[in-house]
């Protein structure tokens, strides 16, 4: 119950208006912020975090955009031309913002991406971000061993890590990566193929199931949460937070779900999803608290509704 309480209170809307403090200005204000023992300060406060989150979101908007542009991905088929490790950068990129920007980047992708932006004179500050299957921190200690003096420094884990580059180096790294993540991935990978566990049967998809799962962990890159898909009917869709989708909706069996898909708006290319619609969608199953209540709720890992309304009844 206090991992639940700590994802809804804190995680979702406290944590990025938290870390926007460190990503734009200075971390002390979000420790300032939560020692606070005046609620008019921690109120001040809080609203200025809350500004500073609002321009880091334009910041990332604006350098995806300009990464995008970079790889000319603009027409559907443009990313079977790209190499299966993507390296980008600008001079006019902000540092505390690559590793969100190289995050979307990879989810879009689907491939490992390292987004640079300008260090100390001389220096790239890079953050890279992975995929399933691809050790993203092992790619970089290979790449540091075939080429030795390439990277200046790095660490990190399976999913993300952070290195340091001379700026005269980058196409040299580009290579690279590129030629290293070769070597791990497979064709299901660069297509985004997704690898479910099936279809709940009638009856699995209820609280018991989510909570079944929780227990079954902890979950992580080696040892991934299970997922699942299925068809629903849209009872109600809406936008939450500025970007998250917020759906209701009806199972195959006829009873109502809800669901959430978590930074939906901030992809270009997302379809709408409207009262009436069917989707098919791959989804984890969750336990959502709220207002002291229990419910589950589907986190939606990949949508697509049906281009004909159907009526959820």
Known sequence: RLADAIDQDLAFPVGPRLTAAGRREDMSLGIECLLADDPARAASLGAELASLNAERREIEAQMQREALDQLEIHAPDAQSELPSGICVFDAGWHQGVVGLVASRLKERLHRPVVAFAPGDPGWLKGSAR?????????????????TPGLLE?????????????????????????????ARWVDSDTLAGD???????????????????????????????????????????ARIVGGRHLKLQLRDEAGEPVGAIAFRYSDDPAALPVQ???????????TADEYAGRRRLQLVSEWLAPSSARQTAT
């Open 130 to 146: 992975s995929v399933p299957g691809v050790h993203v921190r092992d790619v970089l200690d290979a790449v540091a061993k075939r």
């Open 153 to 181: 420094r790095f660490g990190g884990h399976a999913m993300a890590a952070g290195m340091t580059l001379d700026a005269s180096r980058l196409e040299e790294f580009q290579r690279a990566f590129a030629a290293e993540v």
């Open 194 to 236: 997704l690898h479910t566990d099936g279809a709940l049967g009638p009856g699995e998809l209820v609280l018991d199931t989510a909570l079944a799962l929780r227990e079954g962990g902890p979950w992580g890159a080696a040892f991934p949460e299970p997922s699942f898909d299925g068809t629903f009917g849209v009872i109600e």
């Open 275 to 285: 009262s009436g619609d069917s989707l098919e969608m791959v989804y984890r199953v």
